[in-house]
C-alpha cells in the first residue's frame, strides 16, 4: 500500500480509531493484521516471506539465550543469517549475478521471472540486528510471539524504514498507549510535511529528471546539471518524505521512530553528509560491519579506510543489484577516504579552514557526482553525463541559454519553488524543528499554515500515485 495513495488515506484513520478504541491486551493483535494487510495490499503471497523469516529469526533468538556453549550460538546466529542473506541474495541478487557469470564466464545460468518482494533490504536487515543483538548480549530474546512478529512487520517503517533495532521499538510496542492530543497533533504536522516533500518536489522533479536521464544523448550539459540537481532533492524529499508520514503515523499512535534525515545538504563534509543521510542504515552499517571489520579500538589508518571501502561498495550493491549502485557506493567511499586523508595532512601544516557555505557547496556537489550513477540507467551513462556536464561546465558546449529550454513546464516549476520552501524550513530547523515550530504558534496562524500546506499539496502536488524511489530497495 502506498501510502500517497486513497487507500492509504481511509485505511489510516480506521487503524487509529480501531487502535485506541480496543483494550490494550487486544492491540498487538490488531496491529499486526493491519499491518499484514497494509503489505498484502501490494502482493498477498509474499507475506509468506516474511511469516518465513519471522519465525526462523524468532527461534533463532532464543536457541541464541538459550545455548550453553559459543559454538551452539554462533550456529544459531549463522542459520538466522544465512536464511535472511539467502532470500535476499535469492529475490534480489540472482538475476544480475547470473547475468553477470553468464557474460563473462560464458556460462549458462537460467534467469528467473522473480518479482522483487517490497521492501526486503529493510525488513530483513531489521531482522538480523536482533539475532545479532541477542548473540552480543545487548537484548533479551523476545519470548512472545505476536510482538516480535509486529517488530518485524509494524506498518509505518516496514516497506522502507527507518530501520529499526530491537532494544528501541519492540518495548514501545508493549506499553499502553493512550490518545494524546498534543502528540498527535505534532505526528499529523510531521505527516503533512511529508505529503508535501513526495507530492510537490518529489514528484514533481522526476518529470524534468526523468526526461533529461532517460534521453541523455538528445540533451546538452547544463540540461543534465539542472536534472542532477533535482533528483538530488527529489531523491531528498522522495525517501525523507516517506520517513516522515511513517514517523508521524507511528507518533500518533504513541510510537517514536528513529530520525532518518537530519538537513544532509548543509553538511560541511562527506563524512558528515553519511552522519545526516538515512541514519538508520549509516548507523547499521557501523555497528554490524565497519566496527568488526576494524577489529580494534585503535585501528591504523589504513585498516579503517579498507573498512570504510567495504562499507561503502556493499551499501552500493544493498541499494541495488546494478553495476549504477556499486560505482555510486564506490565513489562515495572514495570521497571519504581522501576527505579523511587530506584532512589528516592539512592539520599537520595549516590550520586554515574554508568557509562554512564553501564546504557545504562543494559536498553538494560532490554527492550529485554520486547522484549521476544512482540515477543512470547504466554505467556507460553516468559517464556520458558527466562529460557532457563538463563539457558545458568549461564552455565547451552551448550556452547555459541554448542548453536549458526556456519554457520549463508546470511540474518543474512547482517542485523548484517547493525547494525553496524546503531550504528555508532548512534554515529554520537549525535551532526548532518545522513541526514543532509550526505547533508552537497561536491557534489562528497554526491553522492557516495547516490549511496552506494541505490546500499547497493538493494542487501543486502530483497526485499520480508514484511508487516511492525507495520501494525498490
Known amino acids: 500500500m502506498l501510502f500517497n495513495s486513497i487507500h492509504f488515506l481511509i485505511f489510516f484513520p480506521i487503524v487509529l480509531a480501531i487502535y485506541f478504541s480496543v483494550p490494550h491486551r487486544f492491540r498487538w493483535h490488531f496491529l499486526l493484521a493491519a499491518s499484514y494487510y497494509f503489505y ?9 516471506i516474511m511469516v518465513l523469516l519471522t519465525f ?17 550460538k554462533k550456529l544459531a546466529l549463522g542459520l538466522s543469517l544465512t536464511a ?30 522473480i518479482v522483487l518482494p517490497l521492501g526486503i533490504s529493510f ?25 516480535f512478529a509486529l517488530f518485524i512487520a509494524y506498518f509505518p517503517q516496514m516497506v522502507a524504514g527507518p530501520i529499526e533495532r530491537s532494544q528501541h521499538l519492540q518495548h514501545q510496542l508493549k506499553q499502553e498507549q493512550k490518545f494524546d492530543y498534543a502528540r498527535g497533533a505534532e505526528g499529523f504536522r510531521l505527516m503533512l510535511w511529508g505529503f508535501f516533500k513526495k507530492l510537490v518536489i518529489a514528484d514533481n ?6 526526461a533529461a536521464y532517460n534521453s541523455p544523448q538528445a540533451n546538452q550539459g547544463w540540461f543534465l546539471l539542472l ?16 520517513t516522515d508520514i511513517a514517523r508521524g503515523a507511528a507518533q500518533i499512535m504513541g510510537i517514536n521512530l528513529v530520525e532518518n534525515f537530519r538537513r544532509p545538504y548543509f553538511a560541511k563534509s562527506v563524512q558528515e553528509f553519511w552522519q545526516r543521510w538515512h541514519m538508520s542504515l549509516s548507523t547499521w552499517f557501523r555497528d554490524y560491519v565497519y566496527i568488526p571489520l576494524c577489529g580494534s579500538k585503535t585501528p591504523s589508518l589504513s ?17 541495488g543489484a546494478n553495476w549504477t549502485f556499486i560505482v555510486w557506493g564506490a565513489l562515495n567511499g572514495l570521497f571519504y577516504m581522501v576527505e579523511t586523508i587530506t584532512k589528516k595532512q592539512l592539520a599537520k601544516v595549516t590550520d586554515f579552514e574554508l568557509p562554512k557555505w564553501a564546504q557545504v557547496f562543494i559536498t553538494f556537489n560532490l554527492i550529485c557526482v554520486t547522484w549521476v550513477f544512482f540515477r543512470a540507467n547504466n554505467v556507460t551513462e553516468g559517464f556520458f553525463i558527466l562529460q557532457q556536464i563538463g563539457k558545458s561546465f568549461f564552455g565547451m558546449g552551448k550556452s547555459l541559454i541554448a542548453s536549458i529550454p526556456l519554457n520549463v513546464s508546470a511540474p518543474t516549476a512547482y517542485g523548484l519553488f517547493g525547494v525553496l520552501i524546503l531550504l528555508y524550513a532548512n534554515l529554520l530547523e537549525r535551532k526548532t524543528l518545522i513541526q514543532t515550530t ?36
Request: charged content about 15%.
Open 40 to 48: 498484502m495490499a501490494w502482493r498477498p503471497k509474499y507475506a509468506l
Open 56 to 72: 526462523i529469526d524468532y527461534f533463532a533468538g532464543i536457541m541464541i539465550e538459550n545455548a550453553q556453549t559459543k559454538g551452539r
Open 84 to 113: 535472511n542473506l539467502s532470500l535476499l541474495f535469492f529475490f534480489k541478487y540472482y538475476n544480475f549475478f547470473s547475468s553477470q557469470f553468464n557474460e563473462y564466464l560464458n556460462g549458462h545460468l537460467p534467469l528467473l521471472d
Open 123 to 147: 525488513h530483513t536487515f531489521q531482522a538480523m540486528s536482533y539475532t545479532i543483538d541477542v548473540y552480543l548480549g545487548r537484548q533479551k530474546a523476545e519470548r512472545h510471539l505476536g510482538y
Open 205 to 210: 522533479l522526476a518529470v524534468l529528471v526523468d
Open 227 to 242: 536534472a542532477t540537481y533535482c533528483f538530488a532533492f527529489q531523491i531528498l524529499c522522495d525517501f525523507s518524505g516517506y
Open 303 to 319: 585498516r579503517r579506510l579498507m573498512a570504510v571501502m567495504v562499507v561503502f561498495t556493499v551499501s552500493g550493491l544493498w541499494h
Open 438 to 473: 509550526i505547533g508552537n504558534q497561536v491557534t489562528a496562524v497554526r491553522w492557516t499554515l495547516y490549511v496552506a500546506l494541505a490546500y499547497g499539496t493538493i494542487i501543486l502536488g502530483n497526485v499520480s500515485a508514484k511508487q516511492f524511489i525507495y520501494f525498490q530497495f
